[in-house]
């Protein structure tokens, strides 16, 4: 069978703003031909569901924008009567706030803060992040996210380019740092692109996912654990995700490679790596590629996407989550019904 995907976003999109907007849109979805959703739940430093563990320890139960609401179990009521598959999406994963010095997490918790080699709060992009080396910051996120498999019926749970990731010129904080010596008897290298301290890092990563795996399944055996990483090895040198070890090491059950270029040959030339240099054929069937259909001013071409989803079937990829739901939605909902028309009916 075929995993036809799409994310929901809280961010330039207005789908989680109320029970009746979810409804509308777990109709449009399953009539397009989707049959899996992955909806965010954790993003800002918010969760989009009422946190026990964020209430206790940071005195924030929910995203302000839905207080007196729940949009997952929203969310799951809907899906469920279309029978779409629902499995949330903790986006910001060690993520602690963007261009807000720490935010929230690391004002209340400055023994989190990831460094980067000058010492200084380890910012990406605008992200700062916690200290995802941290076994302390490792077991928060783990607890976040079995508390939403304890709490929900779900079918899945899935990190991305942010859980488990690490930007790779952190590390240099004392713990991290004290660690490595005890293990080497010397100090992490300045370069923070040195192939052995990349890799020591990332398997520090990679360890989290198999607790994280363990104790997911240790609660609910039968649900997914997926993961939407940056694509390697561009994900391994900035942000230390392994995902060919993930599957070897058989701690991940699906895996959706970022694919996000913006023509068809890029995107093809991606495709032909994962397939011919990442991964054996028998674990095909594990892969499902994310596509970008809408960011900023960005939008694919439907010649694009259609070509996208006919050459995954043809090199036995059967499967991609398109990012995000409101690009289905522009010019009259015009690439969900060339989908519906051409590929997914």
């Known amino acids: 069978m075929e995993l036809r995907g799409i994310w929901l976003t809280n961010v330039d999109s207005k789908i989680l703003h109320s029970r009746d907007k979810i409804a509308e849109a777990m109709n449009f979805l399953v009539d397009t031909g989707f049959n899996v959703i992955f909806p965010v739940v954790w993003n800002k430093a918010f969760t989009l569901y009422p946190s026990q563990l964020m209430e206790t320890t940071f005195g924030q139960e929910i995203d302000p924008l839905y207080k007196g609401r729940d949009p997952l179990a929203e969310v799951i009521i809907e899906a469920q009567r279309v029978g779409l598959k629902v499995i949330p999406w903790f986006e910001y994963g060690f993520v602690s706030s963007y261009k807000q010095n720490g935010g929230l997490i690391l004002s209340k918790k ?79 290298p300045q370069n923070n692109k040195d192939h052995k301290w990349l890799q020591w890092r990332a398997n520090i990563l990679t360890d989290f996912l198999a607790r994280l795996y363990g104790k997911v399944k240790a609660v609910k055996p039968n649900i997914l654990v997926s993961m939407a990483p940056s694509f390697y090895k561009w994900g391994f040198n900035e942000y230390l995700q392994d995902y060919p070890t993930w599957i070897n090491r058989e701690v991940v059950d699906i895996v959706h490679p970022q694919l996000y270029r913006r023509d068809f040959s890029s995107y093809k030339s991606l495709v032909e790596q994962l397939v011919k240099q990442q991964f054996i054929a028998t674990h095909l069937n594990k892969i499902f590629p994310g596509i970008l259909i809408k960011i900023g001013s960005y939008r694919i071409s439907m010649d694009y996407l259609l070509e ?27 690439l969900a019904k060339a989908l519906r028309k051409y590929v997914y009916n």
């Open 110 to 188: 400055p023994e989190w803060i990831a460094r980067e080699r000058k010492g200084n709060l380890l910012v990406k992009n605008g992200f700062e992040w916690m200290n995802a080396l941290d076994e302390e910051v490792q077991n928060f996120l783990i607890d976040l996210v079995l508390e939403v498999v304890r709490n929900y019926d779900i079918d899945g749970i899935q990190g991305d380019d942010r859980m488990p990731a690490f930007p790779s010129e952190g590390g240099y904080d004392a713990k991290t740092v004290g660690r490595y010596r005890q293990q080497f008897s010397c100090h992490p």
């Open 308 to 334: 996208a989803i006919a050459y995954n079937r043809s090199v036995g990829i059967n499967g991609e989550v398109l990012f995000f739901y409101e690009g289905l939605r522009e010019n009259n909902d015009v």
